[in-house]
């Protein structure tokens, strides 16, 4: 049938895998802070800001010192003082933390925007690092191993959340306050400042994302370029069901469909393109409602907490 | 809203009547000053923080362009007031803001967080926009069915959000902003199919997606005051807040939904059925910021037709003017003038030489602001507390 015959042209093309690991590394670092953010009971919708931060940063580092890695660096630097506001906003002066998150996206759209047509500062790419042999598998072998440097960061990422979450002291104190701040609080933990970590790290995670974004990817920078992708990744949390392995699960999923819509419109096939842009969205809706009632969120998520009260 | 706030709320509308009572002077004063001096302390910490938002935005100008912050300023003071007709283009602008504002405010005290309004005013004036342009009825009646109709589509876009937190269980806040990002497409394919909005008109069509220009039967009235043309949709959006105003603070629908907000244990163990009316709040809030889609489109705030990016964050301004009001509805009304004066004023920036995108940050950073000054009194006044705890129990 047509239909399939399609999906077989789809699905044996290497372009499909390759922008699905690009996508997907984007999202993974975003979910992957997202996910320990959560873990400590907070929600922050700032992720898209930290993105674009972090991608208005790679730009800028690459301008100022002509190198990739830097671009990296100052772009984590970004999301991280996004993360700074936020957290310091929300868990040191307790305002309302969808109403800091909601401030920043706007201020960093902005912002970035608003700079970006003060100063001209170029385009920014890192190099591509082959790895011999394992990127002539077949189908994946480029998609997993020829990717521009920074890409492979996120082999590293995956276990070191998990070590540090699962294995130190810091991460089962993070737990804890994200299910019951009073208990920790009694038991000696400073509640907010485990919270206000927990954002630093999504900060900078998401800040390596959105850098990652523009030098692996795009190669420029614009101001519309992460578009609600940060809201995806806190969908990719809740269908994770706040589990790092269903997080980059989530990951790979949300990779995979927006992938998918980039390749069906290069192999010519007239899909309206309405659909391809509601996918992952709507993908995301249907994730959440399969997904949300089955799975426990930390207790006490998006519950703010105050020493003395309740 | 989160639990800080709304003790925040208790607490504040607390102080002043202990002190009028003349009750322990250690409720307002800890072990300080005497409480005289409160409304000062307050009043300086906002002039503080808005000043320092404005000085962190003159700083943007002068270093990021080579513009001075004194034209910027008052560009946006001549665009917003000053300059003639100009008012009453802000109030214009301002009734879509209120309105979606005065949605987001109920469906906030009920405990819920939606900040899905952008995508709930978009569906709402596309509604609107289908009916005004197809439906023909006679005279005045178009506008008020285009109205309604507005209210129906947000009303139904934020209602799916609303049966998916009730019979799955799925957090509104993400949901709600799902919901956005699918409307945007959504809105893009209803442009381009000749049977939902386009322009039938082909050759205005084929030059680029726009919907079809409203017969002037569906646009609102304007009132002319001083040379100064004032939808009506500013008075409907005026009139709701009010009402909805008295509704909170006087009836028992409103004792029920702020109980609801406040405390759902408490509220159920009292005989609030709070599933019925946490759907009911977030339906409500859809249809108030679909009516501000249809206010936008039939009101001229936006033009006289439906395009893309129509909703031009109307929504997300209207949601920051709820949270900045803390929901409070009569502080949500100069809140909204504000935004609308943000927004018209930025039209006279480009002869200054300095990008539009300039007033987003000054808003972000006024939102900032804005956030500081109550979170840093919580913070001082619940120290006291603990410390005059301390001290008792010793």
Redesign the interface.
């Known amino acids: 049938m047509d239909f399939f015959h399609a999906l077989g042209d789809i699905f044996s093309a290497e372009a499909l895998y390759i922008s699905t690991f690009q996508l997907g590394v984007l999202f993974a670092f975003a979910a992957g802070g997202e996910w320990v953010a959560e873990r400590a009971g907070t929600l922050n919708i700032s992720v898209e800001g930290m993105l674009l931060a972090g991608a208005f940063g790679a730009v800028v580092g690459n301008h100022l010192v002509a190198n990739s890695a830097a671009g990296l660096l100052v772009g984590a630097l970004f999301g991280l003082a996004v993360g700074a506001l936020q957290a310091n906003l929300s868990h040191r002066l307790t305002a309302n933390e969808f109403v800091v998150g909601l401030a920043l996206n706007v201020l960093v759209l902005g912002l970035t925007a608003f700079l970006m047509t003060s100063f001209d500062i170029g385009g920014a790419r890192a190099s591509t690092w082959t790895i011999l042999l394992l990127s002539e598998i077949p189908l994946v072998g480029e998609a997993l191993f020829a990717r521009p440097w920074p890409g492979y960061l996120v082999y590293s990422l995956v276990p070191l959340l998990w070590l540090l979450v699962y294995r130190t002291r810091w991460g089962l104190e993070v737990r804890a306050v994200g299910e019951d701040p009073q208990a920790a609080d009694v038991s000696g933990i400073h509640v907010n400042a485990r919270r206000r970590q927990a954002v630093y790290l999504v900060g900078l995670t998401s800040g390596i994302g959105g850098a990652f974004f523009v030098l692996g990817q795009v190669g420029s920078f614009q101001s519309g370029m992460i578009n609600g992708r940060g809201f995806i990744v806190l969908a990719a949390v809740i269908f994770g069901g706040w589990t790092l392995r269903g997080t980059m699960t989530g990951c790979a999923l949300f990779g995979l469909v927006e992938a998918l819509t980039i390749a069906t419109s290069v192999q010519g096939y007239r899909i309206d393109p309405f659909i391809l842009d509601a996918a992952p969205y709507a993908v995301a809706l249907a994730v959440v409602l399969l997904f949300a009632a089955r799975v426990r969120q930390p207790r006490a998520l998006a519950v703010p907490f105050v020493r003395g009260l309740t | ?5 709304r ?1 925040l709320d208790a607490y504040e509308s607390e102080t002043p009547a202990r002190d009028a009572a003349g009750d322990e002077p250690r409720a307002a004063g800890g072990g300080g000053g005497p409480s005289a001096r409160e409304p000062l302390v307050v009043a300086g910490l906002y002039v503080a923080s808005i000043l320092g938002a404005l000085v962190v935005s003159a700083i ?1 100008v002068v270093v ?2 080579d513009g001075s912050a004194r034209d910027v300023f008052t560009a946006l003071l001549d665009g917003s007031l000053r300059s003639p007709g100009a008012w009453g283009l802000t109030l214009t602008t301002a009734a879509p803001l209120l309105l979606v504002a005065c949605g987001s405010i109920v469906s906030t005290r009920a405990g819920l ?1 939606n ?1 899905g309004q952008e995508g709930q005013v978009l569906i709402g004036s596309c509604f609107a926009a289908y009916v005004a342009v197809r439906l023909g009825t006679p005279g005045w009646s178009v506008v008020v069915l285009s109205l309604l109709a507005g209210a129906v589509g947000g009303g139904a876009w934020a209602g799916v959000a609303a049966g ?1 937190r009730r019979w ?4 509104e ?3 709600t ?3 956005t ?2 409307s ?3 809105i ?2 209803g442009l ?1 199919q000749s049977w939902l909005l386009a322009d039938r008109n082909t050759e205005r069509r084929n030059q680029l997606n726009t919907g079809e220009q409203l017969p002037s039967d569906a646009l609102l009235p304007d009132l002319r005051v001083f040379g100064n043309d004032i939808d009506t949709g500013f008075f409907i959006a005026l009139g709701l807040t009010l009402a909805l105003a008295w509704m909170i603070a006087r009836t028992v629908l409103g004792v029920r939904i702020g109980m609801l907000g406040l405390n759902p244990r408490a509220a159920q163990r009292f005989g609030v059925s709070s599933e019925r009316l946490t759907t009911w709040a977030l339906i409500g809030a859809g249809a108030t910021a679909g009516a501000a889609g249809g206010v936008l489109l039939t009101g001229g705030a936006a033009g006289d037709r439906l395009v893309f990016g129509f909703a031009g964050n109307f929504g ?1 301004d209207g ?2 003017i709820a ?2 009001a803390r929901n409070r509805l009569l502080v949500a009304i100069p809140m909204a003038f504000v935004f609308a004066m943000l927004r018209t004023g930025s039209s006279f920036l480009a002869a200054t030489g300095v ?1 539009r ?5 000054v ?3 006024l ?2 602001a804005l ?2 000054p ?3 009194l ?2 001082r006044d ?1 120290r006291r ?2 410390r005059a ?1 301390a001290e008792d129990g010793v």
């Open positions: 809203m989160t639990d800080s706030t003790i943007l990021a362009t967080i900040i998916l799955r269980r799925v957090p806040v993400l949901t902003l799902l919901l990002f699918i945007f497409p959504l893009t394919y381009s997300w949601l920051l949270l900045l990008n995108t300039m007033t987003d940050v808003q972000a950073l939102v900032l956030l500081v109550p979170a840093i919580f913070v619940r507390s603990l705890a």
